[in-house]
């Protein structure tokens, strides 16, 4: 088991390593860093999943459910882990195959027990089963970030292999069944999703948000695409504001700055909205990593530890709906969309959601992950950093970090693994710009610049990218219980 590095010295001095450059050794000692804390991440898409059918766990709770969601971030994994040796192209290409096959042939109809309809799927399936769980809704968003993966996952195996080959036309035929038209709503913008019991959910994805990803392979599918002015009527409900001094598109929580990123390369392409501000989505996410180190610095709801190297409020767990200090103290939230500066903020901190803006601005996340190695959120911890903690919440006298989420998200792993990958080699954005529907999407909405210019219109999209030699096989360590193992129902058994 490689042992946890950090960069050996405090934020403060890392801080000035970041801005003034790393001698060879503190290259070695940060890359160091980022290579445990990506396989760590990682191991959550070996341990924490079914085998028999790849369905992944939302969180690392005995007997919960799987995340659709999860599994697309699973899908986009994969290669990465293959050429980082965390995983053989065999063994990638084994899981990748027996998830598409399963997901390809769960049940679409309007039964409340089904896995999905008219494409879509029910944002959580039982993770023996595929059967929609919880009555919960079918997402349209989570569909979204299933298909991402689904077809980061056909971008990657583009050999000539008969297995390679059937991951294509998996990839294909899920994605195209996909009726996104159906959602989009009398004034263009697409519902939430949809209940067997109730119909069509009354919330529509407006202003701007992780929906992103979810417009442009709707309007990229060539099956049923939503029409170009739906994503002009998404456009149409943003706000470009100033907060902390920087003007920018505002979402509150981080995540919301990050999400679409894990797939979309979006530096130097613009739509409209970008144009008229003379920005980028790339360098508003940078804006947004900026805006929350701010918010922490001022602090103006005096929580503990906030500051330059202390910062990330996003949707994370949270401790609870309750009071401690008694009445008229901000309450405190379980999991909860937690954002800048409006809130809710009552001093839950997520270094994941740090981790995930890296490509955007790391001389200010660099520094913030050696803190929170520093202060030990990763020790003793299978899957990397704790998922959330809250140091105001004093509820272990143990631990000085406060209060600390028991469990793991793969929501939370997936930008981990995928967004240190796309400030090191790049690797994902650059196998998406091979995604045909990707580049489509893009295309009617109306972006332009960067390298989707370089693609000639006459092409669907870029050549597959050539991907570098594996490094060698060094996989994760498998942790000494998993959610899985502490399940009373047996991964693959039925119900």
């Known amino acids: 088991m490689t042992e946890p590095r950090d960069l050996g010295v405090a934020p403060e001095i890392a801080k000035q390593h970041v801005l003034h450059g790393f001698t060879r050794r503190e290259i070695i000692e940060r890359d160091a860093m980022l290579t445990d804390l990506q396989r760590e991440s990682f191991g959550y898409f070996v341990h924490e999943v079914n085998e028999a059918n790849g369905l992944v766990m939302d969180k690392t709770a005995p007997n919960w459910p799987a995340s659709i969601a999860a599994v697309g971030m699973a899908l986009t994994c994969y290669p990465v882990g293959v050429q980082r040796g965390l995983m053989t ?30 494409g879509f799927f029910y944002h959580f399936l039982d993770m023996s089963t595929g059967r929609r769980a919880w009555n919960c809704e079918l997402s349209s968003i989570d569909t979204a970030l299933l298909m991402a993966g689904v077809l980061a996952a056909a971008a990657y195996f583009a050999g000539p292999s008969d297995d390679e080959a059937e991951v294509r036309r998996l990839a294909t035929s899920l994605y195209e069944r996909v009726e996104w038209d ?55 409900t943003y706000q470009w504001l100033e907060i902390e001094g920087i003007s920018y598109l505002h979402a509150g929580p981080l995540f919301i700055h ?6 979309v390369d979006f530096r130097g392409l613009q739509d409209k909205f970008m144009r008229a501000h003379g920005s980028d989505y790339f360098d508003n996410s940078r804006a947004g990593a900026q805006v929350q180190q701010r918010y ?33 103290e901000p309450p405190f939230y379980d999991y909860v969309a937690r954002g800048v500066p409006d809130g809710p903020d009552d001093g839950t901190l997520a270094p994941w959601a740090v981790v995930a803006s890296l ?89 332009t610049g960067g390298w989707l210019d370089a693609i000639p219109h006459a092409s669907d999209a870029a050549p597959a ?5 594996p490094e ?16 009373t129902q047996a991964p693959g058994a039925t119900s």
């Open 89 to 118: 192209r065999a063994q990638a290409l084994q899981r990748t195959l027996v998830t598409l096959r399963f997901l390809l042939a769960g049940e679409q109809s309007e039964s409340p027990s089904a896995a999905g309809h008219r």
């Open 182 to 236: 159906w959602l989009a709503g009398e004034h263009g913008t697409i519902c939430h999703g949809w209940q067997p019991e109730t119909g069509l959910l009354p919330w529509h994805w407006e202003g701007y948000d992780e929906a992103l990803i979810l417009y442009l392979l709707a309007l990229g599918s060539p099956t049923h695409p939503v029409p170009a002015a739906s994503y002009d009527a998404w456009c149409s």
């Open 258 to 263: 990050q999400m679409s990123h894990l797939w």
């Open 296 to 328: 922490a610095m001022r602090n103006p709801r005096r929580h503990a530890m906030y500051g330059e190297f202390c910062w990330g409020i996003t949707a994370s767990d949270g401790p609870g709906t309750m009071r401690w200090h008694g009445r008229g």
């Open 359 to 447: 490509p955007f601005a790391p001389e200010i996340v660099l520094p913030t992950i050696a803190n929170y190695r520093h202060i030990q959120l990763h020790v003793a911890n299978p899957y990397g950093f704790k998922a959330s903690f809250n140091p105001s919440y004093p509820s272990d006298r143990r631990h000085a970090i406060g209060w600390v989420s028991p469990y793991h998200f793969g929501i939370n792993e997936g930008p981990t693994v995928v967004m240190i990958e796309n400030f090191r080699s790049q690797m994902p954005w650059k196998m998406m710009h091979a995604c045909a529907p990707l580049v489509c999407g893009l295309r009617r909405a109306g972006f």
């Open 465 to 469: 990218a050539a991907m570098p030699t």
């Open 472 to 487: 060698p096989f060094d996989p994760p360590t498998p942790p000494e219980q998993t959610a899985i193992s502490q399940s």
